[in-house]
């Protein structure tokens, strides 16, 4: 389903390629999924590929990689304030330095979630609106540090999701990615096909296509899937610590999830 998966087909043995030492011609250039020109003394092409970012210093002639960047990259952007972003696999959000033309990761707690499109305004500098592959936009108001649903930042609103947040904050997140996004990408879940990464437990995977008593045996009794998904239960986690935290995820879901919750999924996709 993710575009990134797809793209690694055609590279997986090329991750750890090094910076490219020769210039290759545009007909060689990988897939371009965004591009970009950033202005100065020498006008510069940017662009995302399916094998990393590259740049060309004569109007797309010819090409050269960004070292350390050799990994599909989804997006590449000038902002209004002349900034450049990319979104990289396993990397994040980027930001180019324009003096030393280095990247440096911004942020790399999108989970599954990758970005297609960003853009700002001269009105809010600070402020950032992002579209991910899933059709939702995601906020930032502090230059791409910290992103939030455009809905805003989650609150409880009941004692048992506020119990169960605390308790995913706990036990979950480190895996399962803040706010239930899901396992970042890794170089490891890109390229082994054995690797099961854990899934995103908002709106965004199949979470909702299971009861809310299955969900609990999962905790509890942890998955026949994945040694990773401990039996909790052996942890000490109760059945009523398994219900608030069913409580705190179905807080991350819309109402077409909690109205096709479980069995009525099937309906709910046609």
Avoid at 54 to 80: N, V
Avoid at 97 to 103: A, E, N, S, V
Wanted: aromatic content about 10%; hydrophobic content about 35%; overall charge neutral.
């Amino acid at each position: 389903m993710l575009i990134v998966r797809i793209l690694l087909v055609s590279i997986l043995t090329g991750l750890s390629a090094p910076v490219i030492a020769e210039l290759i011609p545009f007909d060689k250039l990988p897939k371009v999924n965004g591009f970009t020109i950033m202005d100065g003394e020498d006008e510069q092409y940017l662009a995302a590929t399916d094998k990393g970012l590259f740049y060309s210093q004569d109007q797309g002639r010819t090409w050269g990689g960004f070292e350390g960047f050799e990994l599909p990259a989804t997006m590449i952007t000038k902002t209004s304030q002349g900034s450049i972003y990319a979104f990289v696999a396993a990397k994040g959000l980027a930001l180019l330095d324009r003096k030393t033309r280095q990247w440096r990761v911004v942020n790399n707690e999108f989970g599954s979630q990758y970005l297609l499109q960003l853009t700002t305004t001269n009105g809010i500098p600070a402020r950032m609106v992002a579209l991910n592959q899933y059709g939702k936009f995601l906020v930032s108001d502090n230059y791409g540090i910290e992103w939030q649903k455009m809905s805003g930042k989650y609150q409880p609103r009941t004692a048992e999701e506020e119990r169960g947040q605390k308790i995913y904050m706990t036990i979950c997140q480190s895996c399962h990615g803040k706010d239930g996004v899901g396992e970042n990408y890794s170089i490891q879940s890109l390229t082994d096909k054995k690797y099961i990464s854990a899934p995103a437990l908002d709106a965004s995977a199949h979470a909702w296509h299971h009861t809310d008593d299955d969900l609990v045996k999962t905790i509890l009794e942890g998955s026949p899937r994945s040694p990773r998904m401990a039996a909790w239960k052996k942890a000490g986690i109760t059945e009523q610590d398994a219900r608030d935290l069913v409580s705190y995820m179905k807080s991350l879901w819309t109402q077409r999830e909690l109205d096709c919750q479980g069995p009525k999924h099937m309906e709910c996709m046609n």
